[in-house]
């Protein structure tokens, strides 16, 4: 079994800066492509970004610009800076990843973005 850890999230005021990490443990042969969703109160879940395990990325139109995936593939990390957030930013932000061909998802972590 694999489990993805996130950490990084909290209460920030607009305009400011988070940096969310997501580590993955467990019998781990291959990570593949590694994300982030996000998924606001009686909103559908959306993909914010995603990284291939060779470095290429893929980003949301709202994010582009302002945020940043990257990964780690010697720590099984990968991470999301944002900057510039915005109120509409306001979500549950939940690490996945493709780990020997299965999909697994972490618990969830909540980004406030206040004004």
């Known amino acids: 079994q694999v489990t993805l850890v996130e950490s990084g999230g909290g209460l920030v005021q607009a305009g400011g800066s988070l940096r969310l990490s997501c580590a993955a443990s467990?019998?781990?042969?291959?990570?593949?492509?590694m994300g982030w969703h996000r998924q606001a109160p009686g909103e559908q879940r959306e993909l914010v970004a995603s990284v291939r395990v060779g470095g290429t990325t893929n980003y949301s139109d709202s994010v582009k610009g302002r945020f940043t995936i990257s990964r780690d593939n010697t720590k099984n990390t990968v991470y999301l800076q944002m900057s510039s957030l915005k109120p509409e930013d306001t979500a549950v932000y939940y690490c996945n990843a493709i780990c020997d061909r299965r999909m697994y998802w972490g618990q969830g972590t909540q980004v406030t973005v206040s004004s």
């Open positions: 467990g019998s781990i042969f291959s990570i593949g492509t």
